[in-house]
């Protein structure tokens, strides 16, 4: 096994159990008879430190290498083997954790069982769909244990989950030219539904954004539903039209969805329907989200913005921020008069000071009197390694607006 060796006190970090290597705290690499590095192998690394017999390796943790400013991401702080009982151990304690917070369910068929550094296991998203999972590899050594992810799954999960789709075409590195196709790589299904919360969901897996569905807004989709009664509510960037759907069991008047995607709009007249069938307060709109809101937006006193990612990456921040920016002002200058508007930033990139600093900036520019009534993040299937802050992605603020 290669060693990495590290700078002299670049191990600090990583004695804090943070799971990231960076490529500047590495002194050398040496390998170890024949071998030669390769992206996406298993290495060991270690601090050199002086003994009375001379410099000695010292452990610090195993990891995958990659190439990139992220040189290694840890897998273990301990020095064991990285074999099939380290992947069984590791995604049992994930689906454990989920059973314990009691979020499978039979009316919950749908989570995240797998959340990359929150779970230990970084650079890997494992979403549930029934008995169906959907795997994505964020790094190439992630997409190297696939099979032995596909071959453990099942006894991870007492039998749970017997179909395992491998979707990670758009999440690899581009430049490790690894050829990965998506499909199936342990059984096979067509059936794509599942619930949350009682409510049924077609799942596109095939074709659909991330794996599929957003499952990290369940809990803020639940609160949709507690405000919805007697509402006229928009949803925009509507996608699957999850918060349309908990809207209208919530009781709600009347419900626009917005998607610029025609897809999107497809799917979310099918889930619609899947639960409400002929139910004429529903209505989609195939349009630009920015358009409709200046057009349309004083017809609705709840509004739920939940656009993608402004910023993927730091670069694209301040672009990030100006878009927040100017959504926000629109809602807030078209909204009625004792509406209430949930806002979310889903951008990594963006932390919680700057993304409420945008809202709040668009609040002064419309003059309306705003109150924050809730604070919202990420539900409890994605969660944060308290070594690993960088996992807190998902920011949203609901809003009384006067």
């Known amino acids: 096994m290669t060693d990495i060796v590290l700078r002299r006190g670049k191990g600090d970090s ?7 290597v960076f490529s500047g705290a590495i002194y050398k690499v040496v390998l170890h008879g024949e071998e030669e590095l390769r992206e996406g192998d298993i290495v060991r690394v270690v601090e050199s430190i002086t003994t009375s017999e001379g410099n000695e390796f010292s452990f610090v943790a195993l990891g995958h290498y990659q190439i990139g400013s992220i040189a290694v991401r840890v897998l273990s702080f301990e020095n064991r083997p990285i074999d099939r009982n380290f992947w069984l151990s590791r995604l049992r304690e994930a689906w454990e954790v989920r059973k314990k917070l009691n ?3 039979e009316d ?13 296991l970084p650079g890997l998203i494992i979403d549930v769909y029934g008995d169906t999972a959907v795997m994505q590899s964020h790094s190439v050594g992630m997409h190297y244990a696939r099979s032995i992810i596909a071959e453990v799954i099942n006894e991870a999960t007492e039998g749970r989950i017997k179909n395992l789709y491998y979707k990670s075409e758009t999440t690899l590195p581009y430049k490790a030219q690894l050829g990965a196709k998506d499909g199936f790589i342990l059984g096979k299904t067509d059936i794509n539904l599942a619930q949350e919360n009682g409510i049924k969901f077609h799942i596109d897996w095939l074709e659909g954004q991330k794996t599929g569905f957003f499952v990290d807004q369940r809990d803020n989709r639940a609160l949709v539903e507690t405000y919805a009664r007697g509402k006229n509510v928009l949803n925009m960037f509507c996608y699957t039209g999850g918060f349309s759907v908990y809207a209208m069991r919530g009781g709600a008047e009347k419900v626009h969805s917005v998607d610029a995607s ?4 497809e799917l979310t007249n099918a889930n619609v329907s899947l639960n409400f069938p002929c139910d004429h307060r529903h209505e989609a709109f195939c349009e630009d989200a920015f358009k409709y809101l200046e057009r349309a937006g004083e017809n609705y006193n709840l509004i739920i913005l939940d656009p993608p990612a402004f910023a993927k990456h730091k670069d694209a921040l301040r672009n990030a921020l100006k878009g927040y920016t100017r959504l926000n002002a629109i809602a807030f200058r078209k909204i009625r008069p004792g509406g ?16 409420r600093l945008a809202v709040f900036t668009a609040a002064a520019q419309s003059g309306r009197h705003v109150r924050i009534l809730h604070q919202l993040h990420q539900p409890v299937d994605h969660p944060i390694n308290i070594y690993h802050p960088e996992g807190e992605y998902l920011k949203g603020l609901v809003l009384y607006v006067e």
């Open 103 to 105: 979020i499978v369910r």
């Open 262 to 265: 025609a897809k999107a709009i």
């Open 340 to 355: 209430v508007i949930f806002t979310f930033s889903c951008s990594q990139a963006v932390n919680k000071d700057q993304f």
């Open 14 to 20: 990583l004695k804090r159990f943070h799971p990231w």
């Open 108 to 120: 919950n068929t749908m989570f995240r069982m797998v959340h990359g550094e929150g779970d230990r």
